[in-house]
């Protein structure tokens, strides 16, 4: 906005004249004129101050202003005469524009005449009038100075030697009146906020300011650009000149008159400084000091290189610790409204102006500081800055203590004081020499803290989980020891923060750590015998024992809707015969999936199909992964249709459809997009094929209509909801009278809500069966919870132990409607701290009773188990869960995703680094996480989502993230999850918190700077190929699981092998890649304690046949052969005294590999995979494989013959078959077998089928095993 009037119109008509579309010199031209304008509108905004009409500033102005309108006048007649009168055509050109040749070199010869007439003039002392427009003085300063500002800004930006708005290096002198200008800015807002009533001080000082602030722009005008010029080599220096003198006589303190005005107007402000004196709070004032706070610190800075002929004396030391102090005061200011601490602003101001005076009374050069220390200044002044500081140096540790605080998770994983203690011990030794100072504090800190570890134990272990108090000082404690940790490493490491805060910051938390401790001995004495809490560490084996085996198992049978049920059944089964969508609309947790499901696994329903298909839309959904999720059921595996288009995809899955009548379940569709994405790969057949869909949009459902009406699920009535429940709670137990009758009101109380039904009985199953306490259930349940299913989630998540709270919110970090596997998510939760560490048992056992645990509550549902030991493999969450789990982690702090547009910028103060200290962030979309790295150093987990699998993901070419822009940053991280491209390029030193990484990337090789990362436990990658890992390797002892999804190699394996480290706590290893007998035998050696192997192994093609001795720990052993030529090879036999599950893929198996196998007492699953037998059959004898649950037989294509004597495979419970082209049939002794509950067959002869359904009528009809299944495919 112009000031000037005439030049504003002046501005307007110049736009006006020019063209729309022009050139890029054209555009510079325009550029050069506005800036020329924007200059002489500073200038003439100064006509009523006296000094603008002693330096014949506005006199210049003037003529400018005069040429400017004379050339607009010519420019506009021209055009007017032109396209108004015809006889004029031919001799007026249209394009003429003075402003091309006539108006520079007008412009350009004003100043030339000006140059040698101007000079700057001294500070005047008549007050500073207020401008025409009544604006206050020190407003209309700080916008002369951001115009100014702007302007040199410009000159700076220009690196184009074309440019009219070129100026030649160096540009130093330009930066650095800058850098004046804007410490002269915050000088001038800062005095305006202290004083209401401007005294001759004030006036004097912000005349000087406007007086060097129009020089400076003054001095640029004349001598700049210089483009096209005949004295382009002389300007600049002249202009640096200019320069030159305007800073160090006219800017810097170093001018006896210069620097008097800066102190004369502070000792103004420090009168007005009172105590219980309250500033005024106005926008960005906290900011405004901060930047003040600048103007000292530089000058402070600058003060060694002054030539003081003085010879002031001032220690660098002293110097040195009040610039520290000005920093933090400057860091730390913007915190105080966000802390509520503004009450102690006072001393921050007092110190402030006290360092300023004293900074500036340094620059003395008239003798009168000669040889005084910087203390003699201080006392000189009437100062007490030393005893000023002690109060603010109280008050910046309380802000950078609080600002730590107040971001805090405000529940904890129990098991972080575990991980701080281990830290500490490391960090002692590691650090000794940084951590001397606070060295005694720390052992302090850490003998308090394990004192207090079985309180701890016993509130994982719920001993305590009635009591409120309990968990408050948990969670106080586990605050303690985030805070210790970032202490430590604050001394070691980044040294952001100064030692006195960090001793003072120990000294208060070895206080509130004995306060905590007489608090919890004092619940201890009240609430329960001391025998019993501090017995805990002996009983916590058995209490996770049973707390395992008394958690209910998921009841997958649904209950009610039976009417429903056979309606839907009639629709599907009978009814058209053309194609038909039967639309199954509903709330979220009205039970439309359960429903679906339940169809689509009906007996009937079917028998009366040839094929069944399903997939999961949800609100996010990728085209191409539905279309290979229905593929995959169609025809099993679909690696040879991953890098198909989507086109080719959906002609493939018509193809299939299409000559079978089929049943299709589309769950959870969003918007009609997604029905049109996947219905012209459904076919019309005319053989009645069904689709299933369930919305929760009635204009979905109608949308993707053919010919039945979209149902509209009715909610429970009141006898279903307490079928429901009862079926929860009891299970196949009886429930009494008096609890029926209160279980009544409570199942009508949840308004025909099937999911409001689940989540109550999740916590009504873990209270005790009696009447009073469901009567106060029943009490605090809300009457209109139906309506608002998230108050049902809220009760339960409430009535989690503390132990599992954080565990389930961590479910929010996780994309709606995806299957979740179990061994990441319990991995995910060790490594976060969740899982409290027990003797006796291993974490991963522990994580796995806290999953069951939530499961039991009906909080995660299950998706998969494990064949033999019924261990969840996946789960989920219902869409309701999720969303409650995303908002209240958000809400706790526990995890912050991040959304383009949906938070602020991460550069913004509340969005700090400090403001994340601690949070998990979680990213959808690369471009935000690249963003965010840069500014979140204090994050403990960065997580990030993709809606595709990971194969689809690496079969894309797209960008890779470098993860070294990530580690860079993230200082504190401790998990890593990246669903993403990643290049792994190197691992920087420092990162001693990280125990989790899982990346996918196309690299063959990791760099040998992964053993940076010494304390990582967790390593899993996911990639397109073999890799090569580093030997250094070895350097990685507390490795507890590494995966490589195809294989890895070790560069310099004998190296590794021989060195003498050993892998004491590897616990799961997949996929190495073993040449030999013997490396295997040595990485077990190194590693005796695995659980889970993995491993590509070549085997040995000669008898007699090796045994290879497996660590007794070994439970689950996968070997895999050659694919090439794999009939020649034969695995060695296998020691292992606690294997439970075996897998051999790819082999040769002789009698002799067979009769080993047999021989392993304690195995429940065995999967043979692509196995060549010597003689094409199989034998098994009486009594071999006693504890065998589960079989698998898959691609063994030359099995012929199959004999199984009576007596074999006891407890078998499931037999899959498949690819067992050559088969005959299955034997006849499976009819008898009283533990067998299912047979799968696919892709097997007719005989195998025949023979399959004998042994079902048999295990029905005859021994009425009704549960038993048969799946033929």
């Not at 650009?225 to 000149?241: F, L, S, T």
């Not at 069944?612 to 990728?622: A, E, G, H, T």
Request: net charge negative; hydrophobic share 40%; aromatic share 8%.
């Amino acid at each position: 906005m112009f000031l000037d009037k005439d030049l504003a119109k002046i501005r307007r008509d110049f736009l006006e004249l020019r063209p729309s579309n022009i050139d890029d010199v054209s555009r510079d031209r325009l550029e050069f004129f506005l800036w020329e304008l924007n200059f002489l509108d500073s200038f003439l905004s100064l006509q009523s101050f006296t000094f603008a009409g002693e330096c014949g500033m506005l006199d210049v102005s003037q003529k400018m202003k005069e040429i400017w309108k004379k050339s607009i006048s010519v420019q506009q007649a021209t055009q007017r005469i032109f396209f108004s009168d015809s006889d004029w055509e031919g001799s007026v050109d249209p394009n003429f524009d003075p402003f091309i040749s006539d108006v520079p070199t007008g412009i350009w010869k004003i100043k030339l005449e000006f140059q040698s007439k101007y000079s700057s003039v001294e500070v005047s002392s008549i007050p500073l009038p207020a401008n025409k427009d009544d604006i206050p003085i020190p407003k209309f300063l700080m916008e002369f100075i951001d115009g100014v500002i702007a302007n040199l800004n410009v000159l700076v930006k220009i690196d184009d030697p074309r440019s009219l708005l070129y100026v030649p290096e160096p540009k130093e002198q330009i930066e650095e009146v800058l850098k004046e200008l804007n410490l002269l800015r915050f000088f001038v807002c800062f005095v305006s906020n202290k004083c209401t009533e401007p005294a001759q001080s004030e006036h004097t000082f912000f005349t000087h300011v406007l007086i060097v602030s129009s020089h400076a722009a003054m001095v640029a005008w004349l001598y700049l650009p210089i483009h096209g010029k005949e004295n382009q080599d002389v300007a600049p220096r002249e202009m640096n000149a200019l320069f030159s003198d305007l800073l160090e006589l006219k800017i810097k303190p170093i001018h006896p008159h210069i620097h008097k005005i800066y102190t004369d107007v502070l000792c103004a402000l420090k009168s007005t400084i009172q105590p219980g004196w309250h500033p005024n709070i106005i926008q960005n004032k906290h900011a405004t000091d901060s930047g003040f706070v600048e103007a000292p610190a530089h000058n402070l800075m600058k003060l060694p290189t002054v030539s003081n002929p003085s010879g002031t004396v001032s220690s660098n030391d002293q110097m040195t610790i009040l610039h520290d102090i000005l920093s933090l005061i400057r860091a730390n200011l913007i915190h105080l409204p966000i802390l509520d601490l503004e009450f102690r602003l006072q001393d921050m101001e007092t110190v402030i102006v006290d360092a300023g005076l004293l900074i500036y009374s340094l620059y003395d050069s008239e003798g009168k500081t000669e040889g005084m220390t910087l203390e003699d200044v201080n006392q000189a002044l009437g100062l007490d800055l030393p005893g000023n500081i002690q109060p603010v140096k109280a008050m910046i540790y309380l802000i950078i203590r609080k600002a730590f605080q107040s971001n805090l998770p405000r529940i904890h994983g129990l098991g972080h004081v575990d991980f701080l203690l281990n830290n500490l011990r490391e960090f002692q030794i590691r650090h000794s020499y940084s951590l001397a100072f606070v060295m005694n504090q720390l052992q302090i800190i850490q003998k308090e803290l394990e004192s207090l570890q079985p309180f701890l134990k016993a509130v994982a272990e719920e001993l305590h989980d009635k009591h409120e108090e309990t968990q408050k000082w948990a969670t106080l404690l586990i605050g303690i020891a985030y805070e210790v940790e970032y202490v430590v490493d604050a001394a070691c490491i980044n040294k952001e923060v100064p030692p006195w805060c960090l001793e003072h910051w120990l000294l208060d938390i070895i206080e509130e750590i004995t306060c905590i401790k007489t608090e919890v001995a004092e619940i201890q004495k009240k609430k329960m015998p001391s025998s019993v809490l501090y017995d805990t560490m002996n009983t916590a084996t058995d209490h996770m024992s049973s707390q395992l085996a008394r958690t209910p198992r998921l009841n997958e049978e649904i209950v009610g809707f039976e009417d429903v049920i056979e309606e839907l059944r009639h629709q599907l089964i009978k009814g058209t015969k053309g194609r038909d969508v039967i639309s199954i609309v509903g709330m979220p947790g009205q039970g439309k999936t359960t429903l679906a499901y339940r169809l689509y696994c009906d007996r009937l329903v079917v028998s009366h199909f040839d094929i069944r298909v399903q997939c999961c839309v949800s609100q996010v959904y990728s085209r191409n992964e539905l279309l290979l999720a229905l593929l995959h059921n169609a025809v099993g595996e679909d690696f040879q249709y991953r890098e198909r288009h989507d086109i080719e995809l959906a002609d493939m899955l018509r193809k299939t459809l299409l000559s079978k009548r089929y049943l299709i379940l589309v769950d959870d569709v969003w918007e009609n997009s997604a029905w049109d994405d996947l219905v012209g790969s459904f076919p019309d057949a005319n053989n009645g094929s069904r689709i299933i869909l369930t919305t929760r949009h009635h204009e979905v459902a109608n949308y993707a209509r053919f010919q039945s009406d979209p149902f509209h699920l009715r909610m429970f009535n009141d006898d279903e909801s307490l079928k429901l429940l009862k079926s929860k709670v009891f299970a196949e137990e009886s429930c009494s009278a008096p609890l029926e009758d209160v279980g009544r009101q409570i199942a009508k109380k949840c308004g025909g809500l099937p999911l409001s039904v689940v989540l109550v009985a999740g916590i009504l199953a873990r209270m005790e069966k009696k009447e009073e306490s469901w009567k106060q259930v029943a009490t605090t349940l809300s009457s209109h919870i139906h309506s608002d299913s998230k108050s049902i989630v809220e009760q339960s998540y409430q009535n989690l132990p503390y132990h599992l709270r954080s565990c389930f919110l961590y479910f929010g970090a996780f994309l709606e409607d995806r299957v979740i596997d179990a061994s990441r998510l319990k991995r995910l939760w060790i490594s976060e701290a969740f899982i409290k560490s027990c003797d006796g048992k291993s974490l991963e056992d522990i994580a796995e009773g806290y999953l069951e645990n939530l499961i039991g509550r009906n909080l995660v549902m299950i998706s998969q188990r494990a064949d033999s030991d019924g261990k969840v493999e996946a789960c989920r969450l219902h869409d309701v869960l999720l969303e409650f789990c995303k908002e209240k982690a958000t809400e706790e702090n526990l995890l912050l995703w991040i959304i383009r547009d949906h938070n602020a910028n991460p550069s913004s103060c509340i969005y700090s680094h400090k403001q994340h200290a601690q949070r998990r962030l979680a990213f959808s979309e690369m471009d935000n996480l690249e963003e965010w790295s840069s500014s979140c150093s204090l994050v403990g987990s960065v997580l990030f989502r993709s809606d595709t699998d990971s194969f689809t993901r690496l079969s894309v070419p797209k960008p890779a993230f470098a993860i070294s822009r990530i580690l860079q940053n993230f200082k504190f991280l401790k998990v890593l999850d990246l669903e993403q491209n990643i290049v792994i390029d190197s691992f920087p030193t420092g990162l001693v918190y990280l125990r989790y990484i899982y990346a996918e990337t196309k690299q063959k090789s990791i760099p040998s700077s992964i053993s940076n990362l010494c304390n990582l436990e967790t390593l899993i990658l996911k990639s397109w190929g073999q890799i090569l890992l580093p030997v250094t390797l070895r350097k990685m002892s507390k490795l507890r699981h590494l995966h490589i999804s195809h294989f890895f190699t070790i560069d310099n394996a004998e190296k590794l092998l021989e060195d003498s480290s050993k892998f004491y706590d590897l616990d799961t290893l997949s996929q190495p890649y073993f040449s030999c007998v013997e490396d295997v035998e040595l990485m077990l050696r190194k590693a005796p304690n695995i659980r889970e192997l993995e491993c590509k192994f070549k085997g040995v093609c000669s008898f007699p046949f090796p045994v290879s001795d497996f660590s007794t720990q070994l439970e689950t052993l996968h070997i895999i052969g050659e694919a090439v030529e794999f009939q020649h090879r034969y695995p060695v036999c296998i020691s292992a005294s606690n294997l439970k599950i075996l897998k051999l893929s790819c082999f040769r198996l002789g009698h002799e590999h067979l009769s080993n196998i047999a021989q392993l007492q304690k195995i429940q699953v065995l999967e043979l995979l692509a196995i060549e037998l010597d003689d094409e059959k199989w034998e098994v004898r009486d009594d071999e494989f006693p504890k065998l649950k589960v079989l698998k037989l898959m691609f063994c294509c030359s099995l012929e013959e199959w004999t199984v004597f009576d007596d074999a495979f006891p407890n078998l419970e499931r037999l899959f078959l498949r690819g067992l082209e050559n088969l005959k049939e299955i034997p006849s002794c499976f009819e008898d077998i009283c533990s067998l509950k299912s047979i799968e067959v696919w892709d097997c002869n007719e005989s195998v089928v025949k023979s399959a359904r004998v042994i079902q009528e048999i295990q029905v009809d005859d021994y009425q095993n009704d549960d038993f299944k048969l799946v033929i495919k």
